[in-house]
């Protein structure tokens, strides 16, 4: 009866999605309507779809296990990166971008770059479309096979037919409804997820006799309620965090925000730059309570296991899945609440795979394809193209995704450092500074790209200070080479900066 809920809840969701993209088929006139939902998203859509399509798995699964592994201190200083970083890129980015972009005609973030500096030559256009494919695709894979993991486990399915069941209904609704059907189901998951927090939360509390058990024990292990220190529980002592140095480097996660190209392309489609106001509102705010309760539901599950209330855990990231499981035994109407928490599980995944199958798939065939190397196709064969390359591209993150070892978490921490260093630097420039030029561009784009494999497994390796999450030393690196080689090379042309300072 428990598994009976939990299927009738996940099958239903599932169901949902796919009716949904069917249900945007039909709006999807042009390729710019396919990539970017003819730019007529409201707030609150742009808001959470660009949220949701954030923070993959790595919310309800990574964020609450770190906290139960270790404590709070190394999950807090990562998820405060990344709730400044969310409003700075608000703040900066998403105004300003939606204007440039709509000014000089861009559909995709290659495309802007191309725009921006007048790139006759296409190199920033088949550069930043070959980084988004490196980066993208791996990540994609890696989410399907999050999926594919939590269907096995919770259902004792083959791994494989699980994981290819999961993508094929993410290809589905992505491949039919394109860019509006990604973002109004990543409205709906971020939904999802909050539910799941909320329910979670609530039966958690309710099985250990309140918040008061939860502050009790989690004060009484030493180092675990600090933001300077961590707890081992193997030897029940207090670890050094690692000082300024440890700190800075894991809240430099938020510097990935300036370059992900799956948010940026939310500011893009946004109905009206006057309605961004109101989404950067929303979604720092729904972000930094969805980060701190996650955070506490990793302390509060480590309390449920002392208590009994949960079964030892072998691995802190199934805390949720557990919880959900336990909730089922209880009731048919719980089984059914614990299927929308998996559910929610399953919607941080499938929101962020959906949008960079799109910004993969539109990087692909209408960046490298149609504009690099100038293949002329009709409208209707574009679109025909952009679902084709689509697919190849889904296919490809199954075959990546087809080990049941791979890491998930491993690779989403790469790819965030990849487009982080790679675009963020040269998206701030292109923004604020009109002496950038595409020379400057290209040489931080380049410079941003290689750091990260450099610095991660050449330098990382060698550990003390050295040991730093490879996004900050790769985004300085391109930050300088932009800035020194734009001043060393002729400075843009009147018409370049005319446009520049058009854009209020």
């Known amino acids: 009866m428990a598994t009976l809920g939990i299927v009738i809840a996940i099958v239903v969701y599932l169901a949902a999605l796919l009716i949904m993209g069917a249900s945007f088929a039909k709006e999807n006139h042009t390729v710019g309507d396919y990539y970017l939902g003819g730019r007529k ?173 939860v502050s009790t024990y989690a004060t009484s292990l030493d180092g675990y309620i600090s933001l300077l220190s961590t707890h081992d529980f193997d030897t029940a002592s207090r670890v050094s965090y690692g000082g300024i140095i440890t700190i800075i480097s894991t809240m430099a996660w938020g510097l990935g925000y300036f370059g992900m190209p799956h948010i940026l392309l939310r500011f893009m489609a946004i109905e009206k730059p006057e309605k961004i106001k109101l989404s950067r509102r929303i979604s720092t705010i729904w972000v930094f309570i969805a980060m701190g309760v996650a955070i506490f539901i990793g302390v509060m599950s480590r309390t449920m296991v002392s208590k009994g209330a949960l079964s030892e855990l072998q691995d802190p990231e199934r805390a949720i899945i557990l919880i959900a499981q336990t909730l089922a035994e209880h009731s048919f109407i719980a089984s059914l609440l614990a299927g929308v928490i998996l559910a929610g599980i399953l919607a941080c995944t499938m929101s962020t795979c959906d949008s960079q199958m799109l910004a993969a798939s539109s990087s692909v065939s209408e960046n490298i394809i149609h504009e690099t190397f100038g293949i002329q196709l009709s409208e209707h064969m574009q679109m025909v193209m952009a679902r084709v390359v689509l697919v190849i591209i889904a296919a490809v993150g199954v075959v990546i995704a087809r080990d049941p070892n791979s890491s998930v978490f491993g690779i989403v921490s790469f790819a965030w450092a990849g487009f982080g260093a790679a675009f963020g630097p040269i998206m701030l420039l292109a923004l604020f500074w009109k002496r950038a030029n595409r020379y400057g561009a290209i040489a931080g784009m380049l410079g941003g790209g290689v750091m990260i494999f450099v ?36 400075a843009p042309s009147k018409e370049i900066v005319e446009e520049f300072e058009s854009i209020k």
């Open 41 to 213: 998203l409201g707030p609150f859509v742009t808001a959470m779809s660009a949220e949701a399509s954030d923070m993959s798995s790595w919310l309800l699964m990574g964020l609450p296990g770190v906290a139960f592994a270790t404590g709070i201190c190394d999950a807090f200083w990562t998820a405060f990166g990344l709730g400044i970083g969310t409003y700075l890129n608000w703040l900066l980015v998403a105004k300003r971008l939606r204007k440039y972009s709509e000014k000089n005609d861009s559909v995709t973030i290659p495309d802007f770059f191309e725009h921006r500096f007048r790139d006759k030559s296409h190199i920033l256009m088949l550069l930043s479309s070959l980084i988004i494919v490196v980066f993208f695709v791996p990540y994609v894979g890696s989410g399907f096979a999050a999926c594919g993991k939590l269907f096995s486990s919770l259902f004792g399915l083959d791994y494989t037919v699980a994981m290819i069941a999961s993508a094929a209904v993410i290809i589905g609704y992505t491949a039919t409804g394109g860019f509006m059907a990604a973002s109004v189901t990543d409205f709906i998951q971020s939904i999802i997820m909050t539910i799941a927090l909320i329910a979670v939360v609530c039966f958690g509390l309710s099985t250990i006799d309140g918040l008061h058990t």
């Open 455 to 490: 610095w991660k497994f050449l330098i990382k390796p060698l550990g003390g200070v050295f040991g730093i999450y490879e996004l900050l030393p790769a985004f300085i690196v391109a930050l300088i080479l932009c800035v020194v080689v734009s001043l060393a090379t002729p």
